[in-house]
């Protein structure tokens, strides 16, 4: 069985969108593209390559494979080349040889080597993938793809970098319609710019409890019958 992983930069007030440069991803008149860069750290590029080091394959949106497919196949893996960069390149190299399955409806368009289609029905095509044997499947940020794997509780894993800035308004991990479930922290730390480094399992269905007294007082029926008036 494959697991499937998300690995997410997201603000302190739920914000995705765009986090690594103004040109990622403006729409809706999103304007702090880049957020992220501020808080970079070599304890972040250690998560992140911690993350990328054992095999895996890309479960990416379009526009997040455009963006992907416009910079990765284009970074310099010759180390005899100026402008080679040892951190880049590996990163590209292990992106580049990844099978990249990609939700969208123009799979005529894909231009990058070892991609695949998910189909029509992109949660029917991931339980599929689920069910094989194969290295973990790796979600980057792809934010409408993401809503569709919650909605039908299919992310096995969180991989959050939790950063302290509030962006207002943007794209959003947790939308309307995901599906309720408890998680389980099973790691985490903090980076020396702030920045909360966390991964989750999934954990079950949602427990619930009271703290309320075992015998209401005359005030909470009250208050208990105005709610249930509508008041």
Do not use: C
Request: aromatic share 10%.
């Amino acid at each position: 069985m494959r697991r499937v992983v998300a690995g997410v930069f997201v603000s302190l007030d739920g914000v995705m969108q765009a986090p690594g440069g103004p040109e990622e991803d403006p729409t809706g008149g999103f304007k702090f593209g880049g957020w992220t860069t501020p808080y970079w750290d070599d304890a972040i590029g250690a998560s992140l390559g911690e993350g990328f080091s054992q095999p895996f394959d890309l479960l990416l949106g379009r526009r997040t494979y455009d963006i992907f497919a416009a910079h990765w196949p284009y970074i310099e893996t010759d180390s005899t080349k100026s402008t080679f960069d040892a951190v880049n390149a590996q990163v590209a190299e292990t992106f580049n040889r990844a099978t990249k399955y990609v939700a969208t409806h123009s799979p005529e368009t894909f231009t990058w080597k070892n991609t695949q289609w998910l189909g029509e029905d992109v949660a029917d095509a991931v339980r599929a993938l689920k069910k094989q044997e194969g290295p973990v499947l790796l979600v980057q940020g792809s934010s409408e793809l993401l809503q569709t794997l919650l909605a039908n509780q299919l992310v096995d894993e969180l991989r959050l970098l939790i950063y302290p800035v509030l962006l207002g308004g943007g794209k959003r991990l947790f939308g309307p319609g995901i599906a309720p479930g408890a998680l389980k922290l099973t790691k985490s730390a903090v980076s020396p710019t702030g920045v909360v480094i966390a991964t989750y399992e999934r954990a079950g269905a949602v427990k619930t409890g009271s703290f309320a007294l075992d015998k209401p007082t005359e005030a909470e029926l009250a208050r208990r019958k105005k709610l249930a008036s509508g008041g």
